[in-house]
């Protein structure tokens, strides 16, 4: 084994660390707002929210994301470019990991929310009610943040599953951490290598995130 390619090559592992940390950063923000309103949608009473909110939720957790990364890059993202932009060449590969990753992480934060909120004692929201606040007040201001506490392990967890999960952006050359793997095993024909230091980064980014960032908010937002 041949060390020394990790090095020769460190500035594109140092890019495709930076576009890994970016994608998952976004696809996190992009998710969570995203999944916040389908979750919202999904308990509405009214059915023109509720059915496609279910519809979308129910699609992208039961597809691979694989097979939807590969869909909104080759056929979703070039119709709609080309609708809006005729002749003008498509984004580049990292929108379309983005948006990909963005989309699927909805669906699963959509769920997880549903879930912390129907957890909290109905009464709270009568007794907001009660007191003259509108339904969307109350979910704003009594039941989302009592939820969000019960919800950090779970939304911990999807986080670190996004982390990981973006490296099956590497079939469309989105150039993040996998694909310099990749990329660096086939110009150099060294296997063990560049694979190996892709997976003790991935293990040092997932104990951040665990250990650091999600126990530091848990301990933070705990209520004990």
């Given at each position: 084994?041949?060390?020394?390619?990790?090095?020769?090559?460190?500035?594109?592992?140092?890019?495709?660390?930076?576009?890994?940390?970016?994608?998952?950063?976004?696809?996190?923000?992009?998710?969570?707002?995203?999944?916040?309103?389908?979750?919202?949608?999904?308990?509405?009473?009214?059915?023109?929210?509720?059915?496609?909110s279910a519809v979308y939720v129910e699609l992208f957790r039961g597809t691979?994301?694989?097979?939807?990364?590969?869909?909104?890059?080759?056929?979703?993202?070039?119709?709609?470019?080309?609708?809006?932009?005729?002749?003008?060449?498509?984004?580049?590969?990292?929108?379309?990991?983005?948006?990909?990753?963005?989309?699927?992480?909805?669906a699963y934060i959509a769920e997880i929310f549903r879930a912390g909120i129907?957890?909290?004692?109905?009464?709270?929201?009568?007794?907001?009610?009660?007191?003259?606040?509108?339904?969307?007040?109350?979910?704003?201001?009594?039941?989302?943040?009592?939820?969000?506490?019960?919800?950090?392990?779970?939304?911990?967890?999807?986080?670190?599953?996004?982390?990981?999960?973006?490296?099956?952006?590497?079939?469309?050359?989105?150039?993040?951490?996998?694909?310099?793997?990749?990329?660096?095993?086939?110009?150099?024909?060294?296997?063990?290598?560049?694979?190996?230091?892709?997976?003790?980064?991935?293990?040092?980014?997932?104990?951040?995130?665990?250990?650091?960032?999600?126990?530091?908010?848990?301990?933070?937002?705990?209520?004990?």
């Amino acid at each position: 084994m041949d060390w020394s390619v990790v090095y020769d090559y460190r500035e594109m592992f140092f890019r495709g660390f930076l576009n890994t940390i970016m994608l998952t950063a976004i696809a996190t923000v992009a998710g969570t707002l995203l999944g916040l309103f389908i979750c919202l949608g999904k308990m509405s009473s009214k059915k023109w929210l509720r059915w496609p909110s279910a519809v979308y939720v129910e699609l992208f957790r039961g597809t691979p994301m694989l097979v939807q990364i590969l869909l909104i890059h080759f056929a979703v993202i070039p119709s709609i470019w080309e609708a809006f932009f005729p002749g003008q060449k498509s984004p580049e590969a990292i929108y379309s990991g983005m948006i990909a990753l963005s989309l699927n992480a909805a669906a699963y934060i959509a769920e997880i929310f549903r879930a912390g909120i129907q957890s909290i004692d109905p009464g709270q929201m009568e007794a907001a009610r009660s007191l003259g606040m509108t339904k969307g007040m109350a979910m704003r201001l009594i039941l989302i943040p009592q939820a969000f506490t019960r919800m950090l392990p779970a939304l911990g967890n999807e986080f670190i599953s996004l982390l990981k999960d973006s490296s099956l952006t590497a079939v469309i050359a989105t150039p993040e951490l996998n694909y310099a793997a990749m990329s660096v095993a086939k110009s150099t024909f060294e296997r063990y290598p560049p694979y190996l230091t892709e997976a003790a980064i991935y293990l040092v980014l997932t104990l951040f995130l665990s250990r650091v960032v999600v126990r530091g908010l848990e301990k933070k937002y705990s209520t004990r």
